[in-house]
C-alpha cells in the first residue's frame, strides 16, 4: 500500500521557478478518502480501490499575506488568511502539470480537488480544466508550514523579532520557529529552521551574562 515505507520519496523541481513544488505523499485510508470526491455508494467504491490510488502533493509558494490579531471570546488570537487569485491560478497551473504527468504514467482518472470540476478523465476533460473560470473557493486546500506570524526583521513596527530572533518587546524571549521567516520560502523549511535556532542558541551562549546576572 502507498502509506507503507517512505512517504515523500520522489519530488519534481521542474516548475520551481513558477513558484510550484510537486511532492510524492501518500497517507493512511482513514485521511485519503476524505479527500475523495462523491457521496454515498459512488464514495464507497472509490474507497474500496484504494490500492489503486497514487497522490502527489501540488505545494505553491503563495504570494496572498494574511493578519494575526488578538483574539476574541477567550481565543489568544485570530488569524485571518484569503487565498488571492494569482495564487489560485497557480495552484490550477500546478494540478493540471501533474494531471499531465499521472496520464503519461497510466492514470485512468485524476482527482483534482477543484470542486468545479473534481474528476478529469481525458486530456480533452485536462484542457477544459486548465481554462475554465475558478475561484479560490473552488479547491479544498491543507497547509503546510505556515510562515511570518512572528517576521524577523529591525523594525519593531514591520516585525516581531530582530536578526537574532529576540522579541523586540521582551528582552531575552528568543522564537526558533518557522514563524521568524518573513515569507513562504517555498520549500519544506526545516533545514532552515535549524539553522536559524543554532544560530540563535550560539548568541544566548555567547551573550548569556547580559540575561543572567
Request: proline share 6%; glycine share 10%.
Amino acid at each position: 500500500m502507498g502509506h507503507h515505507g517512505v512517504s515523500q520519496g520522489g519530488q519534481i523541481d521542474a516548475f520551481a521557478d513558477e513558484g510550484i513544488m510537486l511532492e510524492g505523499i501518500f497517507i493512511p485510508p482513514g485521511i485519503m478518502n476524505m479527500a475523495l470526491p462523491g457521496t454515498g455508494q459512488e464514495h464507497k467504491r472509490l474507497a474500496a480501490r484504494y490500492n489503486n490510488l497514487a497522490a502527489f502533493g501540488v505545494m505553491v509558494s503563495d504570494t496572498t499575506r494574511g493578519r494575526v490579531f488578538p483574539g476574541l471570546a477567550g481565543y489568544p488570537f485570530l488569524a485571518w488568511y484569503s487565498l488571492n487569485q494569482a495564487d489560485t491560478e497557480t495552484l490550477r497551473k500546478g494540478i493540471y502539470y501533474l494531471a499531465q504527468i499521472f496520464f503519461a504514467a497510466g492514470a485512468k482518472q485524476v482527482f483534482t480537488g477543484c470542486s468545479r470540476m473534481p474528476v478529469v478523465g481525458s486530456e480533452e476533460e485536462l484542457q477544459r480544466f486548465r481554462t475554465m473560470p475558478v475561484r479560490p473557493w473552488h479547491f479544498e486546500l491543507m497547509a503546510f508550514h505556515p510562515l511570518g506570524t512572528c517576521r524577523m526583521g529591525n523594525n519593531p513596527a514591520s516585525s516581531v523579532v530582530n536578526i537574532n530572533l529576540e522579541t523586540h518587546d521582551v528582552k531575552g524571549l528568543f522564537v526558533t520557529d518557522g514563524s521568524v521567516f518573513p515569507s513562504s520560502l517555498g520549500v519544506n523549511p526545516q533545514v532552515s529552521i535549524m539553522a536559524f535556532a543554532t544560530r540563535a542558541a550560539e548568541y544566548i551562549a555567547d551573550n548569556a551574562g547580559c540575561y543572567f546576572k
